[in-house]
DNA sequence: CGTTCCTGTTTCGTAAACGGAACGATCGGG
DNA sequence: CCCGATCGTTCCGTTTACGAAACAGGAACG
């Protein structure tokens, strides 16, 4: 974690950024889910951008502590489009469903370890350690582990330039 | 408004992102503080990258209806550093003091319209249309507006790659 | 062993972000 | 003209993110 790798405690970034010991502890345990102040309060401390920690889709509890997480590792842009690299975590039994998004945003997953049956909702594809899934998100799409092994992935979303 | 130049409503906007009117609305009205899954349920429905709509320094109330805003424009990283670019406005009289952040990051300041008074707390400067101001942001700093014109600039956050 | 100081988690009351519904304003069509 | 549809704002009860403080677990020291 960031923070760790920083050798700063836990209690001593909640008082230089000024922010509650209970609120910094429940966010990296990913229970609560930030107001953008907070964020900002936490990120300006660290002397990093806010983009930097920027949790994507958000934690959304589904069945009991099966979450689906995804954390932003980079953002970038390119002449035609724009990026973003998430790290996806989907636990054990965890299904999430995501509404349609605007046209034109494509999804690429690529399943590092564990099953992983993502895509759009009426027609979903199964992938496993090394595979490849790409949709476009302008339909419902679910993210969803088989198996009793936790998913790593990594979730590339490509937003077109307008 | 992106929303507008997308030429779509609040109602619709609301409905298909899965928000609730009274929040969209009080949200493009800058009088709440939202919530990362609120946010990235709007900017997924828009197809923009989270990073695309947000504001930085949380708009902070300091005395009765004077505030200081900051948006971000633009996010970009170079070999050595990454940039992240504002819009900022200060309203007549509005004053903020932020508090010191991690050793490295550059603040850099242009004034576009009004007169402000920003820097380290304890040695700010003024600048006034036109006006050019950098200090680092390891110390507590001060934004604040003089005269009675609203002060519009732009900040520009250097932070360095670790 | 106690004592002290630190770690990170948990409890709890308060403040505020949330969605649903009610509201007045504005626009077209018959 | 009035009516229906839709716009964005406001009101309100519920949910939840927030900070202060209490808390349990380790490590260092006498």
């Known amino acids: 974690m960031l923070r760790e790798k920083r050798g700063v405690s836990l ?24 107001t953008l102040e907070t964020l900002y309060a936490i990120t300006a401390q660290l002397g990093v951008p806010l983009a930097a920690v920027l949790s994507g889709p958000a934690t959304t509890p589904t069945v009991q502590g099966a979450t689906v997480t995804a954390t932003l590792l980079e953002s970038f842009t390119d002449t035609d489009a724009s990026y973003e690299l998430y790290r996806l975590r989907v636990r054990p039994g965890a299904e999430q469903l995501s509404p349609a998004h605007q046209a034109g945003v494509t999804e690429h997953v690529t399943v590092f370890s564990g099953m992983l049956r993502a ?16 949709w476009t998100s302008d339909v419902p799409h679910v993210y969803a582990a088989l198996g009793d092994e936790e998913v790593a992935a990594s979730l590339l979303l490509r937003y077109p330039r307008r």
């Open 11 to 34: 209690s001593t970034l909640a008082r230089t950024a000024g922010v509650g010991k209970a609120t910094l502890s429940a966010l990296e345990n990913g229970l609560r889910n930030p």
């Open 119 to 134: 895509g759009p909702a009426d027609a979903p594809a199964t992938a496993t350690a090394g595979g490849h899934l790409r």
